[in-house]
């Protein structure tokens, strides 16, 4: 009979313990929570953020939303300078900032020749907003292939200019007559995009 009260009396207790802890107003109430461990931006956002800033509500200008032209060109000596004209060909504005990517490329398919460009220490980095129907620029300069050895120069006819826009991967293809390098020769060198047609 004591063993049975003493059983009784610690289920008595356990039930009471299991009221209690069920019996807490609603603020003393355990919630379920879903902790979520967030970054202002992911590292690829980052990443593109620090390449390209933006003006507020406008987004990077896209290779298929831009047409790519030549535009003033004029010689130097042993090199020619070349306007490459981007024009926004959409509906809403958007923004170009930094240097092209520019190679002289030949053939069918389409291949490039040599080096691609360095860029210009020239000019700095600046966002440039282009409106719907908007223009921005950049000045690409092509030493002569002729200045360089044999060594470093295997010339080759080029007939186009593959030009891949600010913060792109997609090249734009503009037709352009020129004589390339194939090897370590660095023919091209080219400015940050800059407001406008750049005169032409």
Not at 29 to 41: D, E, G
Not at 143 to 169: E, H, K, M, Y
Request: charged fraction near 5%; aromatic fraction near 4%; hydrophobic fraction near 40%.
């Amino acid at each position: 009979m004591i063993r049975q009260a003493l059983v009784a009396a610690t289920l008595a207790a356990a039930g009471l313990t299991l009221a209690a802890c069920g019996s807490g107003t609603p603020a003393a109430r355990p919630t379920k929570t879903i902790t979520v461990t967030a970054s202002p931006t992911s590292p690829a956002a980052s990443v593109a953020a620090t390449s390209q800033p933006t003006a507020a509500g406008t987004s990077a200008c896209l290779t298929r939303y831009l047409n790519g032209s030549i535009g003033l060109t004029q010689g130097t000596a042993g090199a020619v300078e070349v306007t490459i004209v981007f024009k926004n060909l959409d509906n809403v504005s958007c923004t170009l900032y930094g240097f092209p990517g520019v190679a002289l490329a030949a053939g069918t398919p389409v291949t490039d020749v040599g080096q691609p460009s360095t860029e210009s220490p020239t000019t700095a980095r600046e966002l440039v907003t282009l409106a719907p129907g908007g223009f921005a620029y950049a000045t690409l300069q092509i030493s002569d292939a002729g200045n360089f050895p044999s060594s470093a120069c295997t010339q080759v006819a080029t007939d186009w200019l593959a030009v891949i826009p600010p913060n792109q991967t997609v090249p734009l293809y503009i037709s352009y007559n020129s004589t390339g390098c194939q090897g370590s020769a660095s023919l091209l060198t080219v400015t940050a995009v800059r407001p406008g047609n750049g005169g032409s």
